[in-house]
T-cell receptor
Framework: SQQGEEDPQALSIQEGENATMNCSYK?????LQWYRQNSGRGLVHLILIRSNEREKHSGRLRVTLDTSKKSSSLLITASRAADTASYFC????????FGAGTILRVKS | EAGVVQSPRYKIIEKKQPVAFWCNPI?????LYWYLQNLGQGPELLIR????????DSQLPKDRFSAERLKGVDSTLKIQPAELGDSAVYLC????????????FGPGTRLTVL
């Protein structure tokens, strides 16, 4: 069973625009992680945010976490064609549980 | 640094046949995971090893799936017999820490059961 639910299921934007993906979950967590998956590099860890953190940045990525709403968002700024991939949130309780993912397409 | 290595990359078998997948984790990573990923879904944990000990195998269908990690390095995941519903991508991951953080994934083995 998958705890995280990403929204939207698919997103198509122009290069240079920002992309926002959301993740909602049901139970309490220790941390929440975002992963990217494309055919070229497989599944890659992007960023981890702990349950006591509210926001975290890594390069063009910004992640927020609202534990009261049990939700997280991933913002990719100034998107590039190479950002085209599926993005998964994964929540850590007693094990890591992945959502179904958001498919992002960045058009050049 | 070499990443997680998996083989084979693709496997096509008839139902009821056995199949095995092999994984070599990143050197020094004591934690190894096997995941199953169905099309359009995120990975689902099958089993987690700390060195050679399986510490979480609650999601492994033990009637037909088995795994081993001899000597705490390479690991093999086996299905016997395979069923049509086992068609999926089988991912192996490793991490340097014990608690599911920052996992490094292999390219996966795409299994097709006919």
């Amino acid at each position: 069973s998958q705890q995280g639910e990403e929204d939207p299921q698919a997103l198509s934007i122009q290069e240079g625009e920002n992309a926002t993906m959301n993740c909602s979950y049901k139970t309490s967590i220790n941390n929440l992680q975002w992963y990217r998956q494309n055919s070229g590099r497989g599944l890659v860890h992007l960023i981890l945010i702990r349950s006591n953190e509210r926001e975290k940045h890594s390069g063009r990525l910004r992640v927020t976490l609202d534990t009261s709403k049990k939700s997280s968002s991933l913002l990719i700024t100034a998107s590039r064609a190479a950002d085209t991939a599926s993005y998964f949130c994964a929540t850590l309780g007693n094990k890591l549980v992945f959502g179904a993912g958001t498919i992002l397409r960045v058009k050049s | 640094e070499a990443g997680v290595v998996q083989s084979p990359r693709y496997k096509i078998i008839e139902k009821k046949q056995p199949v095995a997948f092999w994984c070599n984790p990143i050197s020094g990573h004591n934690t190894l995971y096997w995941y199953l990923q169905n099309l359009g879904q995120g990975p689902e944990l099958l089993i987690r090893y700390e060195n050679e000990e399986a510490v979480d195998d609650s999601q492994l269908p033990k009637d037909r799936f088995s795994a081993e990690r001899l000597k705490g390095v390479d690991s093999t995941l086996k299905i016997q017999p395979a069923e049509l519903g086992d068609s999926a991508v089988y991912l192996c991951a490793s991490s340097p820490t014990r608690n599911y953080n920052e996992q490094f994934f292999g390219p996966g083995t795409r299994l097709t059961v006919l």
